[in-house]
């Protein structure tokens, strides 16, 4: 087998030999463009998966901030009406003394008329818890 590829090296001409050699070259020149076309895809295939990655997490991060902004906006809108309850309650309070008085004075008018005697200074004294000594 030896002499068989020394005596067809020998044999074989200049311009043989160099087209060999073009072939070995294109060859070898295919084998590195093939590597590091895959090293290059391969680090663009890392990319992409970081990216989706990326954008799953941030899908997920809005998911969780609009249900949070939802749940504030509810929770507000409770509040709001919750304060406008205690306003209008606070309003209805705030006219109770006035028509307290204006009831009062209603009711000391018919007294009046009535001829009732109307004393506030003794009906509030006996009201008063007196002294044990001067109890009646």
Do not use: H
Not at 65 to 80: A, C, F, V
Request: positive net charge; glycine residues 6%; aromatic residues 6%.
């Amino acid at each position: 087998m030896a002499k068989f590829l020394t005596k067809l090296i020998f044999s074989v001409s200049g311009p043989e030999l160099l087209l060999l050699g073009l072939v070995f070259l294109f060859v070898v020149c295919g084998f590195v463009y093939k590597l590091r076309n895959n090293s290059v895809c391969s680090g663009v295939r890392k990319e992409i998966e970081n990216g989706k990655r990326q954008i799953t997490q941030a899908k997920a991060k809005e998911k969780l901030l609009k249900d949070e902004l939802q749940k504030t906006l509810l929770t507000q809108n409770q509040n709001m009406g919750t304060i406008n309850s205690l306003k209008a309650k606070k309003s209805e309070i705030a006219r109770i003394p006035a028509q307290l008085d204006r009831q009062l004075e209603e009711l000391v008018a018919w007294c009046t008329r009535e001829r009732i005697s109307v004393n506030f200074e003794r009906q509030e004294a006996s009201r008063r818890a007196a002294p044990k000594g001067r109890r009646v």
